[in-house]
């Protein structure tokens, strides 16, 4: 939300925060991913080595979800397979008001 204009108005991020910010998330997950082999490697049970492999394979794709909804919201309209998502909208509207009672 801090890099879209029309939530953070004159505050949004500029272009070199989002690639600095991307290229800090890159780092801190492959980091996470290599301490997270180093250990499984060291334990030396096959199910382990399955289990860390399974869990990887969705945290990946957990994390290339967040990013594709991040680059949604940013813009990239080629990606959004025919949706469209208001962020503005859904942060500002409000409940309707309950009908008069008779």
Sequence with gaps: ????????NDFANGLFWKIGG???ILLICSINMYFVVVYVLSLNHIALYVGAAVLSVLYLA?????TWLC???LGVSALAC???VSVTR??????SPPPPEK
């Design 82 to 84: 025919g949706r469209s």
């Design 1 to 8: 939300f801090t890099s879209l204009p029309s939530v953070m």
């Design 62 to 66: 957990f994390v290339a979800y967040l």
């Design 71 to 73: 680059l949604i919201a």
């Design 90 to 95: 859904t942060l500002l509207t409000e409940d």
């Design 22 to 24: 991307g290229l800090v």
